[in-house]
T-cell receptor, first 116, second 113 residues
């Protein structure tokens, strides 16, 4: 079965510090994509960053970067220079060619609280 | 550009009533997904459509749930009759076919009393 694991249920980080959110995945499909979403307390799901399984470089989007280690099947999200507005739940998700690029499979999420 | 538009944002109704959730996808997106989020089960895919055709409805909990996409601009998720265990946040997400991100609406918070 395909699976996404986020082992950190919650974490505190100080403003302006960097934080790494862990995500490991399990799939035998060679073609897949990994996504990170942010869900603030207001409830909406915001797409942050994407990494394709064949991408050679780690993805970056502003303060977000993805530490993709394919052999270890990990896709950790790094948020640099944390801001109070980064406090939210963060979800790692995977989409696979074997699912006809259908559903996103989500991890359980990591709750991040940024403190002043 | 407008994002994915869901209505209503909140719905409170009594058990046994019919509930209809609506979704307007981002123009040009040909894939549409309905998800449900609960504390116990997290985010679950209920059904998805490609080019208005249902592709996978294996996540639909039971026959009380039905979804339609009559055209590229509109989809509905219907629960009839509703039960308290259907209380959840229901998200509609849309995207392009292939390995592309899905963009979510703001969700409908459904409470069945």
């Amino acid at each position: 079965a395909q699976k996404i694991t986020q082992t950190q249920p919650g974490m505190f980080v100080q403003e302006k510090e960097a934080v790494t959110l862990d995500c490991t995945y399990d799939t035998s499909d060679p073609s897949y994509g990994l996504f990170w979403y942010k869900q603030p307390s207001s409830g909406e799901m915001i797409f942050l960053i994407y990494q394709g399984s064949y991408d050679q470089q780690n993805a970056t989007e502003g303060r977000y970067s993805l530490n993709f280690q394919k052999a270890r099947k990990s896709a950790n999200l790094v948020i640099s220079a944390s801001q109070l507005g980064d406090s939210a739940m963060y979800f790692c998700a995977m989409r696979r060619a074997g699912d006809s690029w259908g559903k996103l499979q989500f991890g359980a999420g990591t709750q991040v609280v940024v403190t002043p | 550009d407008a994002g994915v538009i869901q209505s209503p944002r909140h719905e409170v109704t009594e058990m046994g009533q019919e509930v209809t959730l609506r979704c307007k996808p981002i123009s040009g997106h040909n894939s549409l997904f309905w998800y449900r989020q609960t504390m116990m089960r997290g985010l679950e895919l209920l059904i998805y459509f490609n080019n208005n055709v249902p592709i996978d409805d294996s996540g639909m909990p039971e026959d009380r749930f039905s979804a339609k996409m009559p055209n590229a601009s509109f989809s509905t998720l219907k629960i009839q009759p509703s039960e308290p265990r259907d209380s959840a946040v229901y998200f509609c997400a849309t995207g392009l076919e292939g390995n592309q991100p899905q963009h979510f609406g703001d969700g409908t918070r459904l409470s069945i009393l």
